[in-house]
């Protein structure tokens, strides 16, 4: 079974540029989540998708931030314009919905965003 | 404000001894916890659980024990192996999957052969 693809895996842009991530669930994956990691911490939730709607993006910037999943499959995630502190690594997980109960989250190898 | 902490943020090993990776919680709405194992230019992924209706929950080399008075878990590796040099995320939620996965800074093992 084919994992959680992202592309581009790597990234760099210039402050007040704009970039686009992609993400490609697991099949069959109802649940999709994008995440922030910056270097040194853990993963940090931007947005959890079910289907092609939103569940929380209560920590996602909505000054800078976006992202859709217009036919509830693959995603993408944008910032515009980037700023210095968006440099971190952008991870997609997936996860087939639990009725009431926590589902397992398959990640993708993220894309590693520099902002120079 | 951190509601899981990993303080360690890094441990070497000796290959064949025990490596202990520990991690406290704060928020007491967590009942699940979760420890992901991540490689270099990898995603996370998961490697072992525990609801705080247990206290212990065992999988092959890895263990998990709950200490839910404390909000203390950890995780034991027996015997360590030089392929278990990552870094460890330890992710709290919880059982109704209504609260976002909240992850630890990680902990970086190095295990030594």
């Not at chain 1, 084919?2 to 669930?25: D, H, T």
């Not at chain 1, 911490?41 to 289907?51: A, R, V, Y």
């Not at chain 2, 040099?85 to 939620?93: D, H, L, Q, R």
């Amino acid at each position: 079974e084919a994992g959680v693809a992202q592309s581009p895996r790597y990234k760099i842009i210039e402050k007040r540029q704009s970039v686009a991530f992609w993400c490609n669930p697991i099949s069959g994956h109802a649940t999709l989540y994008w995440y922030q990691q910056i270097l040194g911490q853990g993963p940090k939730l931007l947005i959890q998708f079910q289907n092609n709607g939103v569940v929380d993006d209560s920590q996602l910037p909505k000054d800078r931030f976006s992202a859709e999943r217009l036919k509830g499959v693959d995603s993408t995630l944008k910032i515009q314009p980037a700023k210095l502190e968006d440099s971190a690594v952008y991870l997609c997980a997936s996860s087939f919905p639990a009725r009431a109960a926590f589902s397992e989250q398959f990640f993708g190898p993220g894309t590693r965003l520099t902002v120079l | 404000d951190q509601q899981v902490k990993q303080n360690s943020p890094s441990l070497s090993v000796q290959e064949g001894r025990i490596s202990i990776l520990n991690c406290d919680y704060t928020n007491s709405m967590f009942d699940y916890f979760l420890w992901y194992k991540k490689y270099p230019a990898e995603g996370p992924t998961f490697l072992i659980s525990i609801s705080s209706i247990k206290d212990k929950n065992e999988d092959g080399r890895f263990t998990v024990f709950l200490n839910k008075s404390a909000k203390h878990l950890s995780l034991h590796i027996v015997p360590s192996q030089p392929g278990d040099s990552a870094v460890y995320f330890c992710a709290a939620s919880d059982l109704s999957g209504n609260t976002p996965l909240v992850f630890g800074k990680g902990t970086r093992l190095s295990v030594i052969a």
